[in-house]
Each structure stands twice: as C-alpha cells, then as structure tokens.
C-alpha cells in the first residue's frame, strides 16, 4: 500500500490515496502506522477518499485508531495532496453551487495573499470544507482553509458545564482550578489561558483534561499564553494522539477564546511548537486558518 507523510506546521499524519489503495481497517492501520517506534510515526492516519458531494472526502483517525471528525492541519495537507496529485476538479452542477457558497468569503480572504489555486472542497465528518493553495512548489507552499463558524453550544462540544456559552469557567483538575473556555471547530476543544507557558506540566494535565467527567466524549486540551493582542504561544494535549508539535482546529478555538475573553484580536498569530498558523475571525462569522502543508516522503507499506 502506498502512503505519504505529511505535516502541517510540525502535526504530521500519514496519507492514504483511497481513490487508488484500499484500507479494510483503518483503525488499526492507525495504530501500527502511527507508532514512532515500530511503525512510519505519526499523529494519526487520513484517508483521501472519493466523494460524491466534493472533490474529495478526508477520513480522520487518531493515532490510538479512534475517529476524529476533523483535523485543521490534516485539512490543508489533504487540499494540497489532492492539488498535487491532480485528484480535482470534478464539476457537476451540485458541485459547482457548493464551491460557490462555500468559498466566497475564503476567496475574499486570501485576496491578498497572492497566486491562489480555484477553491477545492473537502467533506469531513464536520461539514464541507473549502480551501484555496497559496501557490508555491509541488512539495511545499501554504493553504487557506474556511474552517466554518464556531460552535460554543456547550451541549453540541460536548461538555456538561453550565451555562449558555463556557467562558473563562472554573475547572478543578487535580486540586487545581483552572479557568476554561470550551469550543468546537469541527472537533471539541478546551482553551486554558495561563500567564506562564513554560509553568504547565502538560504531561499530567493534559490526560486528565482529555479524560475529564464533564467532557463525556472526551477534548483536545489547548494552555495559551499571550504574547500580545495579536499574537499568542500554545501547547496542545490532543484526543488520541497525546502531545502535538500544532493542532489546527486547536489553533482556531485559541482565537476564538481569546475574543470571548478579551485577551486577543480576532486576527492572530498562534505560534505552536512545530510552527505557526495564522488565524483569522471573519466578520461574517467563519474562520481562517492559513498555514504550511509539506509532503515530507513516500513509500510502501506491506499488505
């Protein structure tokens, strides 16, 4: 079976071409791939499959071989695969009415990023996606995605705190109170803003956050230190796959957060520890995420 490796600011997954490979269990392909001692090594395993709503359909497995609905990081690999690889367009009048509502505000948005590639959609398990290549080279260059509007519903995450929206709430871990802001960007998050990154022990929070009782499908766990208005330093603790170099989507509800707590602008650099992403809030509601999609290798793994 052939397979690519590729990352998105240091969040690295292995790519399947399901137009051309089949996978009878993903799953566990998941965890024996994704090991980063006995197999490739990865944050997980994406499926790039046929699709009869876009031009390609992205099937997201963790590295413990759960399913995730959605990878910000993942998604912009998955449109930058399937540019280089010639796996679009497929025209059709459904097709083309989609790309139409789905990319307007993207297109607007990466107006002023220079040579953009026509928008290529992506269903996910959150929804169709639309995103546009930054023109760069065949194995590297930056992709903006249209990650859609954020979900701060604490039923829809889900998580059982209260109240209408979960914003700066207290939280006890481990007989420590923190104060967390929950939102779902395709996939659930909790966002804890800290005065003093290198203070997190994320190794023991991280879990416990992920595993929490109020989070009955468990969370991506994000700490967040802002730098300035505009700019914000994260770790990440993501469902499945543990410590991350960036998490996308992660990077998003950063964002997100910060509005809602007064601490950041609603453009922002979020530096990660495998790189950085640049996050937009729109005016009409959508998020903007702009960042690095590099293939890294190919290569054959045994039946």
């Not at 026509?118 to 903006?144: H, K, R």
């Not at 009782?213 to 230190?225: E, Y």
């Not at 730098?227 to 991350?244: D, I, L, Q």
Request: with cysteine; glycine share 12%.
């Amino acid at each position: 079976m052939r397979f690519t490796k590729m990352h998105g600011a240091g969040n690295d997954y292995i790519y399947v071409n399901a137009f051309a490979e089949t996978v009878p269990d993903a799953p566990a392909l998941a965890r024996r791939m994704a090991d980063r001692h006995t197999g490739v090594g990865s944050d997980g395993l994406i499926l790039i499959a046929p699709s009869d709503r876009a031009d390609v359909r992205m099937e997201m497995y963790n590295a413990d071989g759960s399913r995730g609905r959605m990878c910000g990081n993942g998604l912009r690999c998955v449109v930058k695969y399937a540019y280089d690889h010639g796996l679009t367009p497929r025209p059709g009048r459904l097709h083309e009415s989609a790309v139409e509502s789905a990319s307007r505000g993207l297109l607007q948005h990466a107006a002023g990023a220079g040579r953009v590639s026509n928008p290529i959609l992506v269903e996910t398990d959150a929804g169709i996606l639309a995103a546009v290549v930054i023109a760069d080279g065949p194995l590297t260059g930056q992709v903006c995605a249209d990650v859609g509007v954020p979900e701060l519903n604490p039923a829809a995450i889900p998580t059982t705190l209260p109240g209408d929206r979960v914003v700066d709430a207290p939280l006890n871990v481990e007989g420590q109170s923190l104060r967390v802001t929950c939102v779902s960007t395709g996939s659930a998050h909790v966002v804890i803003f800290v005065d003093d990154l290198g203070a997190v022990n994320l190794p023991r929070l991280g879990p416990r956050l992920e595993r929490h009782p109020v989070f009955p499908d468990r969370i991506n766990a994000h700490f967040v230190q802002a730098v300035s208005r505009r700019e914000a330093r994260v770790v990440h603790w993501e469902r499945g796959s543990g410590p991350t170099l960036a998490c996308g989507t992660g990077a998003c509800s950063v964002c997100v957060a910060g509005v809602l707590t007064g601490r950041l602008d609603r453009e922002v650099t979020v530096r990660m520890p495998g790189g950085c992403l640049d996050i937009a809030w729109g005016a009409d509601g959508h998020l903007y995420m702009t960042g690095p999609a590099i293939e890294v290798f190919s290569g054959d793994w045994p039946a």
